[in-house]
């Protein structure tokens, strides 16, 4: 994985530069304290993530992201900063980024946050590859190989079984609607982004809106149950992964704070982005 630093601080570029190096977490492919030359270096260092620093002279690190992602949508941002308002925090996340962490720099809590960007970073151009080739791949079976595609179909409706049951939601109806979902778009070799989801519905159902709403109120239900575990404890495998490749990191910690009486405001869910992380995890 390649990082780009932008901090006009060299004390912090230097240690974030150790912290990747030591903790074997990837290469710093470049680095810059002036924000306005970094959006420039960046087109050709192809970073796959940029860590950036929220206050800055030149240019702060919201407008750099808001920049950046016009040009580079695929570049995964983490977000540094002193600062603690709820607002600009909020303004960060809308922005694009990933992770917010908070200065001074904690090596253990930088490490835990670059990990887990990684792993959605690694989980999207697989699901990228995925999606470009997946219709493709299928469409050219031949008879002779259609029994072992069967056998796989099982092992990934048994990997995505297990991926709703860790969101505690394998007994909502909604599930099978889910599970019947993925299955329809694996054997026709398509995606969700191929149709609207109610269109999708309609392929194995005569009541496509009902299917729809079912599939919905399970989705937001296993993003109300990570917001628990992510209260009871904010290091649980289990939040720790799925709140970043499922769900949206912010719209999580929306209903985990809605859940602690601080917002009259729920997360919401953007359901093809679950749904397909969901089809990706189900054929890994």
Known sequence: MNFYLVDDDSNIRNILKLII?????GNVCG????PVE???DISFAHPDIVIVDLLMPEMDGISFVSKLK???PNIAF???SQVSSKDMISDAYESGIEFYIHKPINSVEVESVIRTVCQTVTMRQTLEKMQSLLSHDLKQLSNHTAANVKQTEKKYITKLKNVLQKLGIIGEIGSKDIIALIDFLVEHGQTVDDSTLNELCGQFSDNPKSVEQRIRRAANAGMVNLAHLGLEDYSNDIFMEYSTTLYNFEQVRKEMDFIRGKSDKHGNVKIKNFL??????SQN
């Open 31 to 34: 680095s810059c304290g002036d």
């Open 70 to 72: 016009q040009t580079n």
């Open 276 to 281: 397909n992380a969901l089809m990706l995890y």
């Open 38 to 40: 970094a959006l420039e």
């Open 21 to 25: 190096r030591d903790r074997k977490l």
């Open 78 to 80: 983490i977000m540094l």
